[in-house]
């Protein structure tokens, strides 16, 4: 009976969040990894961590994570955009981790927790800077120019108006 009991409370703390316009959000978000040759960083790579809130799969194939500094635009590269692999699975209450960046060659420094996913190519700042989940890629484009419909979710982190947070900035990702 505690077992069941447990099960629907889970159930129901995963689908409530679906009530909102998307199931899939940025859950937690990691820059300044890899901490070079003499700082000794959390991670050996920066990360995006998304959950899946809803009671049903949710397929992200083609979905972009997309990284901006401070001042800059969404995916203002091809290096600072992952697109996820056609029919890629976020199953109900779950998550998936991207790691993001050049892997740190400091012994000193652990390796992000096995990664779902992996772009080498995206260096996040750890002081100022957005990251956003999309269902269509909107490279270079200014935050709050997104296509209709195509922003999924954001987080913006440090200072500054630019960094286009939701509702307000997380302030600097701890090292």
Same mark, same amino acid.
Request: glycine share 12%.
């Given at each position: 009976?505690?077992?069941?009991?447990?099960s629907?409370?889970l159930l129901?703390?995963?689908?409530?969040?679906a009530?909102?316009?998307?199931?899939?959000?940025?859950?937690?978000?990691?820059?300044?990894g890899?901490?070079?040759? +003499? =700082?000794?960083?959390?991670?050996a790579?920066?990360?995006?961590e &998304?959950? @899946?809130? *809803?009671?049903? !799969? $949710?397929?992200?194939g083609?979905?972009?994570?997309?990284?901006?500094s401070?001042?800059?635009?969404?995916?203002?590269?091809a290096?600072?955009?992952?697109t996820?692999?056609?029919n890629?699975?976020?199953?109900s209450?779950?998550?998936?981790l991207?790691?993001?960046?050049?892997?740190s060659a400091?012994p000193?420094?652990p390796?992000?927790?096995s990664?779902?996913?992996?772009?080498? +190519? =995206?260096?996040?700042?750890?002081?100022?800077?957005k990251?956003? &989940?999309f @269902?269509? *890629?909107?490279p !270079? $484009?200014?935050?709050?120019?997104?296509?209709?419909?195509?922003?999924?979710d954001?987080?913006?982190y440090?200072?500054?108006?630019?960094?286009?947070?939701?509702?307000?900035?997380t302030?600097?990702?701890?090292?």
């Amino acid at each position: 009976m505690k077992r069941i009991a447990t099960s629907l409370v889970l159930l129901a703390l995963c689908a409530a969040p679906a009530l909102a316009s998307n199931a899939v959000r940025v859950s937690q978000v990691y820059g300044g990894g890899g901490g070079g040759a +003499t =700082t000794a960083a959390t991670y050996a790579q920066d990360y995006v961590e &998304l959950f @899946n809130f *809803s009671a049903g !799969n $949710v397929n992200i194939g083609n979905w972009t994570i997309e990284y901006g500094s401070a001042t800059g635009n969404w995916g203002s590269s091809a290096a600072n955009i992952f697109t996820f692999p056609p029919n890629t699975i976020i199953k109900s209450c779950s998550w998936i981790l991207v790691a993001l960046g050049t892997a740190s060659a400091n012994p000193a420094v652990p390796p992000v927790p096995s990664p779902d996913f992996s772009n080498t +190519t =995206t260096n996040m700042s750890a002081s100022n800077g957005k990251i956003g &989940l999309f @269902n269509a *890629s909107n490279p !270079n $484009v200014l935050c709050g120019s997104e296509a209709a419909g195509t922003l999924i979710d954001k987080v913006g982190y440090g200072t500054g108006s630019a960094i286009c947070p939701e509702v307000a900035a997380t302030g600097a990702l701890p090292p």
